[in-house]
Nanobody, 124 residues
Framework: VQLQASGGGLVQAGGSLRLSCAAS????????MGWFRQAPGKEREFVAA????????YYSDSVKGRFTISRDVAKNTVDLQMNSLKFEDTAVYYC??????????????????WGRGTQVTVSS
């Protein structure tokens, strides 16, 4: 599976962006999909995920209520709608695919495939 993230950019605090991750491969529907982010000098952290089996979604506490993850199996894409952006949301955002068990859904180790990342910059 190859992943390509897009949609990043510069936005003012309070604004919105929509990230998209396009996946290649016919087995896309088998994988749970996640979004992670990494700010300068910080570890890569979990943002959101959507499970392949149930379609259930999961969010970090820092983005819950502001971000929405969704997937379109027919188009092999997974999107991250980001609203009410804050300065602290500034980071490189990565999409990932894997088959993590529920307890590993928020961990980088649960994902096999990673996109190259897209920069999101929120100005205060």
């Amino acid at each position: 599976v190859q992943l390509q993230a897009s949609g990043g950019g510069l936005v003012q605090a309070g604004g919105s962006l929509r990230l998209s991750c396009a996946a290649s491969g016919s087995t896309f529907s088998r994988y749970s999909m996640g979004w992670f982010r990494q700010a300068p000098g910080k570890e890569r952290e979990f943002v959101a995920a959507i499970r392949s089996s149930s379609g259930n979604t999961y969010y970090s506490d820092s983005v819950k209520g502001r971000f929405t993850i969704s997937r379109d199996v027919a188009k092999n894409t997974v999107d991250l709608q980001m609203n009410s952006l804050k300065f602290e949301d500034t980071a490189v955002y990565y999409c990932a695919a894997g088959t993590p068990i529920l307890s590993a859904l928020r961990q980088k180790s649960g994902y096999y495939y990673w996109g190259r990342g897209t920069q999101v910059t929120v100005s205060s």
